[in-house]
Every structure is written in structure tokens, then in C-alpha cells.
């Protein structure tokens, strides 16, 4: 490549080749659909970069694309021609891009959350959402049945949005279902996709018909997107369940709880290894209840309204799935 193809590749992302010394490590962070500003997964993950950035003084960049699904090699290869020393990916879809990518750049590390990429300067982070959203649906399944609970009706319906159609998000859902059901199978649960990471009207609209279905509570499984399904709750006096980050703030006391995906922590210590000299290419991350990579939010604003007992039973569960007592359905493992 001639130098001012190099010139031109790191002008694109905001850097000059200079700009970071010899020894300091660069780390560049691609976000997936919906952007950052969801207050949900991009959001997670950028915490966890700007908090490495402060604590490591490596140098980082968040890369945006208005198509990071149709353009996902294209922002792949210009950040490892622009001599990131990591390049981490929070989008699904770049599973196949990456995987012709990372051979030709062998002295660039690469991470992908949510997948596992199965080359040699690839670290894979997968999270067990499944054992998370198993809670998540399990304390729903509890507060639908419970009148005395403000803005809950007599029948045992709750809803879950998700962004698409995918097995990704299906891993969400069959854990909620699962959880839901553990604790009362005739409990019913409505399901539907917005098949958009980024839209807040159609999350809205989809709550507001599953409501209309007799559904209370309803989990977001879809980023962005996701805001309509909280301002739903808020406007109707009933509840959503967050995803990935604490929502709970978004419509105090209308948010139930949040399931909470750790990407920041992943992020966070992806360049901690980097920094330390620890990150081994070939390598897959798990994070579960086990490893704190998953849970429920603190429930701070509606915590006073949620019987002690659904507390308690929730925490056992919790517990128990770290024990080995049951497993909860992973519908990635064949």
C-alpha cells in the first residue's frame, strides 16, 4: 500500500499516523446497529472502551457506519490497515467478514462479542444471555399474577420485543420464556420482532398491541428500539424489562428491572489483556451469572414494590444455575 493510501485510511477515522506514540496501544471499537445513544448495548460497550482509555492511556476510537451489517469488511479492514492494535466488533453479522479479514492482517488482534470466530488473532467473548433472561422472565412471571402490585391485571400475560429474528436474540427470548414458565407454566408470552435495532416508534407500537393482548410487563431484546417499548410502559402505568445496560432510570418505577449484559466489562477488559500482554488470539471469553458477565439490575425504583419473597426466590434461582442445580436452555449450543 502506498503511503498516502495509509494517510487516506487512518484520515478516515479521525486519526493521523502520528497521533499516538510508539508504545501507546490503539484500540478501535466498531459499533453495531442502532448506534451509539441507544442507553443499551452500543452504550455499554463504549463505557467499558473510554473507561480503559482512562485507566491504560490507550488510544481509542468508536467507528459508526449507517450500515455496519452491509459494510461490515469494509470497517474491518480499514481500521486494521490503520494500524489499530485491537480491533473489537459489536456487531453479530461480522461473524463471516471477520473471519476473511483477520487472516490477512496477522499481527492485528480482533475480538467479536456474541460469536465465536475460530481464527488465531481472533478473541471471542460470548455471554450467556439465556441464564440472565431466565431471571429476568422468572420475576415476571411472579409480578404478572400479583394484582396487588400497581398496573397489574388478573391474567398471566407477559411480552418480549426483540430486534430480529435471529438466533442471537432468540437466545434472549427462549431464556425468558424458559424462566416465565419454571415459575408457572400457564404462563403465556407473547412475542414479536421490530426488525430494527433503531426504531422507538415501532417498539412502542408493538408494546402498546401486547398490552392491548393483556400483557403488563414486556422485555426489550432490541437496543434502541427499545426506548419505545419503556415509554409504552411509562405512558400505560405498566412495565417494561431493560436489556443489556441498567434502563431502570430511563421511567423510574416503570421499568421492573433490567437484565444486564456486561459489555462494558468485556470491552473493558479486552484492552486490559492487551495492555498487560494476556490477550491470546484463538481464545473464547464466556461470561455468565457465574462470572458476573449477566444478572438483574438493583430494581432501585421499584424494589419497594415487588414482594421480598420474588426477591428472594429470584436470588436462589440465581444461585442455583451457578451451582449446576439445572441448566437453562442455550439454544446456540447443538
Known amino acids: 500500500m502506498t503511503v498516502t493510501a495509509v494517510v487516506l485510511a487512518v484520515a478516515l477515522l479521525g486519526l493521523s499516523p ?6 501507546i496501544k ?5 459499533i453495531a446497529q442502532g448506534g451509539l445513544g441507544d442507553r443499551s448495548y452500543n452504550d455499554s460497550g463504549y463505557a467499558g472502551l473510554t473507561k480503559a482509555a482512562q485507566d491504560f492511556g490507550v488510544q481509542i476510537k468508536a467507528i459508526e457506519s449507517r450500515d455496519p451489517v452491509g459494510q461490515g469488511e469494509q470497517l ?20 463471516e467478514p471477520l473471519a476473511r479479514v483477520a487472516p490477512d492482517f496477522p499481527n492485528t488482534k480482533f475480538s467479536i462479542l456474541n460469536i465465536a470466530v475460530e481464527k488465531p488473532n481472533v478473541v471471542s467473548v460470548i455471554f450467556k ?6 431471571l429476568a422472565g422468572a420475576l415476571a412471571a411472579m409480578v404478572t399474577k400479583d394484582t396487588k402490585i400497581p398496573g397489574i391485571n ?18 434472549f427470548i427462549v431464556g425468558y420464556e424458559e424462566g416465565a414458565k ?5 404462563t403465556k408470552v407473547l412475542v414479536s420482532y421490530s426488525n430494527s435495532f433503531g426504531d422507538p416508534a415501532k417498539g412502542k407500537e408493538l408494546t402498546l398491541a401486547q398490552f392491548q393482548q393483556g400483557a403488563d410487563i414486556v422485555y426489550q431484546v432490541a437496543g434502541g428500539t427499545g426506548e419505545g417499548v419503556i415509554a409504552a410502559a411509562k405512558e400505560t402505568g405498566r412495565y417494561a424489562i431493560g436489556v443489556d445496560s441498567d434502563q431502570d432510570y430511563i421511567a423510574p418505577g416503570h421499568v421492573l ?3 444486564l449484559k456486561r459489555v462494558d466489562l468485556a470491552v473493558y477488559d479486552l484492552v486490559k489483556r492487551l495492555v498487560q500482554g494476556s490477550l491470546k488470539g484463538g481464545a473464547v471469553i464466556t461470561l455468565g451469572l457465574k462470572e458476573g458477565g449477566v444478572g438483574l439490575s438493583e430494581m ?23 451451582a449446576g442445580k439445572f441448566k437453562v436452555t442455550d439454544i446456540t449450543q447443538k
Not at 444471555?129 to 431466565?134: A, D, Q, T
Not at 388478573?154 to 437466545?171: A, Q
Not at 419454571?182 to 400457564?186: A, H, L, M, R, V
Open 18 to 23: 502520528t497521533a499516538a506514540g510508539p508504545n
Open 26 to 30: 490503539k484500540v478501535a471499537l466498531i
Open 76 to 95: 474491518l479492514r480499514q481500521a486494521a490497515k490503520a494500524g489499530f492494535d485491537l480491533v473489537i466488533t459489536l456487531e453479530f453479522t461480522h461473524f
Open 129 to 134: 444471555e439465556h441464564e440472565g433472561s431466565f
Open 154 to 171: 388478573p391474567r398471566k400475560i407477559i411480552g418480549v420485543i426483540g430486534g430480529t429474528k435471529s438466533v442471537g436474540i432468540d437466545k
Open 182 to 186: 419454571f415459575i408457572d407454566k400457564e
Open 257 to 259: 428491572t433490567s437484565m
Open 300 to 322: 432501585k425504583f421499584t424494589r419497594h414494590i415487588i414482594p421480598k419473597a420474588y426477591v428472594d426466590r429470584v436470588e436462589q434461582l440465581r444461585k442455583d444455575i451457578i
